[in-house]
């Protein structure tokens, strides 16, 4: 509610009870379709480099397709554009924007008050701060005596298990063919060259084509784009992404335990 009364507010679209499109990610679309770019795109709306990245990897990886695609190239070159289920997504937000608009004006003409309530409301508006969110589909169950390995097919080629305990499985209803999200964060996410034999630790590895790189004086960030159009994101120190010697365009892996991933289901 706006400070004069006002009934206001901002359509967001989910998916699943995940943030999906909201009036700052189809304007970032909008730029992308217009500059062919997204850090083009990015200036043009006044979000970060990084942001509009994220916004980006965040969509694709929380939709059966691809909304942007990415050539290699890094920070100044490869190109991005719309895809044509992306071009959709704006025009549904678009119609979706309109209809949502039309009920805040007939829900204020009737007089309803809702201020009181909003701090509640807010409340139940929760995210998650894992860098990687991946929908996909249960394709095996794997029980033992304690524990459960869950495997989600994630689109493309690529698979995640994930450990949970057998009251967890239960609390989430999974099932073959239950869909669920896994949700990994970017530090527990390991990189190795695409030669790299599988550390006995890691029960996931996922390839790819590295398509961005982030060096700070610690720590550096690396985006992997995979072949069904999702991203994952690694976080490791400098040292380690010195000695993997990576390069935008690289195919490179992401590794990570099983017991480092999260399930989350929608209720």
Known sequence: MSPDGR?????????????????RRIALLRAIAETGS???????IGMSYKAAWDAVDAMNNLAERPLVVSGTGGRHGGGSRLTDYGQRQIAVFEVLEDEYLRMLARVEAAG???GEHLPWIRRLNLLTSARNQFLGRVVDLAAGPVNVEVVLDIGGTDRIAASITHPSLEALGLDLGSEAFALVKAPAVGIENAHATLAADSHNRLCGTVTRLH??????EIA?????????VSVIDA????RL??????????????ASVLLAVAR
């Open 112 to 114: 309803e008050a809702f």
């Open 245 to 258: 010697d990576l390069a935008p365009g690289a195919t490179a892996c992401a590794t990570f335990d099983a």
């Open 7 to 23: 009934l206001g507010g901002r359509l967001s679209v989910e998916r699943d009870g995940h943030d999906f499109l909201g009036a």
């Open 215 to 220: 060096a700070g004086t610690d720590e550096a």
């Open 38 to 44: 997204i850090s083009a795109a990015a200036r043009a």
């Open 224 to 232: 992997i784009a995979l072949t069904g159009g999702k991203t994952v």
């Open 239 to 242: 040292e380690a992404f010195a």
